[in-house]
């Protein structure tokens, strides 16, 4: 069974520029989850979707934008890059809530990743 | 959700059992501990999760104390592959967010 998948694995973009990640959950998973990890720095959560809407999200500015389709797969865009936006994005899937308010034990699987580099 | 403390490195004896503590003090009776670790550079890699009782997989043994407000994560018989940021985190509820919150992890370091 295929795990979570991201694409691509490395992009280099210009400040100011626009960058979109990809990440196609396991199958059968409607919930995906974004993260940016910058270089020697934690991971920060960023967005979260479930089942094509967005239910949470973190404490960055709006320029961080993502949706999620109905096959899904998500992605997230970044507008005006900054050079502190180079990072690596992680991208997670785990069961959705099926509508329904559930205890949060269904298991996280995280993708590799994305490399996000802005020059 | 809840805060964890977890030393952050460790070191431990390839063979030997590494014995990873995490105190989440705060933890509320309807939040899961989680495990993950990550190897440079990569996606973190889950571990297990438990909410109250003790659990055991393939990779690992996690204890949770009766109060909840710490646990431990055991790797039986450690590897110098076993290398990496161990973090445990108390997972918000679904209302709550639903995520994991990252902290620091501990740094472990099986050595030959």
């Known amino acids: 069974e295929a795990g979570v998948t991201q694409s691509p694995t490395h992009l280099i973009k210009t400040r100011g520029q626009q960058a979109t990640l990809r990440c196609s959950p396991i199958?059968?998973?409607?919930?995906v989850y974004w993260y940016q990890q910058a270089l020697g720095l934690g991971l920060q959560f960023l967005l979260w979707y479930d089942e094509g809407e967005e239910r949470n999200r973190g404490n960055f500015p709006p320029r961080f934008s993502g949706r999620q389709f109905p096959n899904y797969s998500s992605e997230l865009n970044v507008n005006a890059l900054e050079l502190e936006d180079s990072a690596l994005y992680l991208c997670a899937s785990s069961l959705g809530g099926g509508g329904q308010t559930i205890l949060s034990g269904n298991t996280i699987y995280f993708g590799e990743g994305s490399w996000l580099t802005v020059v | 959700d809840a805060k964890t403390t977890q030393p952050p490195s460790m070191d431990c004896a390839e063979g030997r059992a590494a014995n990873l503590p995490c105190n989440h003090s705060?933890?509320?009776?309807?939040?899961?501990v989680y495990w993950y670790r990550q190897i440079h550079s990569q996606g973190p890699q889950y571990i297990i999760h438990?909410?109250?009782n003790n659990e055991t997989n393939e990779m690992a043994s996690l204890i949770i104390t009766e109060d909840r407000k710490s646990s431990t994560l055991i790797l039986p018989h450690a590897t110098l592959r076993d290398t990496a940021v161990y973090y445990c985190i108390v997972r918000a509820t679904y209302n709550a967010g639903n995520m994991l919150t990252f902290g620091g992890g501990t740094r472990l370091m099986v050595k030959p």
């Open positions: 199958s059968g998973h409607t919930s």
């Open positions: 705060t933890i509320s009776g309807n939040e899961y």
């Open positions: 438990g909410l109250k």
